[in-house]
């Protein structure tokens, strides 16, 4: 069940959204203001964003802002939801990185039409992402950090990065190493940095690199 956030401080317009799309089979999850829209998305990592501009505390050109500065979040689609439909507006969001802008008072079908090609658009790119990290072979020593620590990482970030390597989650990793799940997330986070990725795909692949000779499958069934 796909998870779909609604940031929103107008209530009946969030609670009409919400019902929306409860009734489509999706799991909503709401915030009245942008602050609480910030730190639910951290929390939850919705499958997608619905987010209004004009709110009290933080609007919503901060939350896009602060969603693509943060790598777990960066790639989650972003629909502006406002009644604020100028040229300029639209260009501002775009600007910001919205993958989409809708113009309140929006329809049912639009509604769905535009979630339903954020979340295809998102689905693609994860799959062509995963075919590229499939479509390499590698036999990779994971009985030591040395090589890691040679692309700049301290010694615990490399540890953090063998585990995410073979897949673990943060909080498997906090449990494996003794520390919490945030330590570990502010260790993911400069480990991409560090190696100029933006997600866990990317640094699992330059992980597997230096830990092995990869060969392409195509060389190998030759």
């Keep these: 069940m796909k998870k779909i956030l609604v940031i929103d401080d107008h209530e009946p317009m969030r609670r009409n959204v ?33 987010c209004d501009i004009t709110m009290p ?17 960066a790639t989650i689609p972003f629909i502006f939801l406002t009644a604020r439909g100028e040229k300029l507006d639209v260009r501002i969001g775009m600007n910001y990185g919205a993958d989409d802008y809708l113009t309140k008072p929006v329809g049912h079908e639009e509604l769905l039409a ?11 790119f994860d799959e ?45 990793i906090g449990i494996i190493t003794g520390t919490s799940e945030k330590t570990v997330k502010n260790h993911v986070t400069h480990i991409f940095e560090k190696l100029g990725v933006e997600g866990r795909n990317a ?20």
């Design 57 to 73: 505390e933080t609007d919503g050109y901060a939350v896009l802002q602060a969603l693509r500065e943060d790598k777990e979040t």
């Design 128 to 172: 062509r992402a995963q075919e590229q990290l499939s479509n390499v072979r590698f036999a990779p020593d994971f009985s030591s950090t040395a090589t890691l620590e040679k692309l700049g990482l301290t010694p615990r970030e490399a540890e953090v990065l063998l585990w995410v390597a073979q897949g673990k989650s943060n909080g498997d």
């Design 114 to 124: 535009a979630i339903a090609a954020r979340l295809e658009r998102k689905r693609t």
């Design 18 to 50: 919400l019902m929306i799309l409860e009734m489509e089979g999706f799991k909503p999850l709401n915030a009245e203001n942008g602050r609480k829209g910030l730190e639910l998305a951290r929390k939850e990592k919705p499958d997608l964003i619905l």
């Design 203 to 222: 640094a699992t692949v330059r992980a597997l690199q230096v830990l092995s000779a990869p060969t392409s499958r195509s060389k190998t069934s030759a």
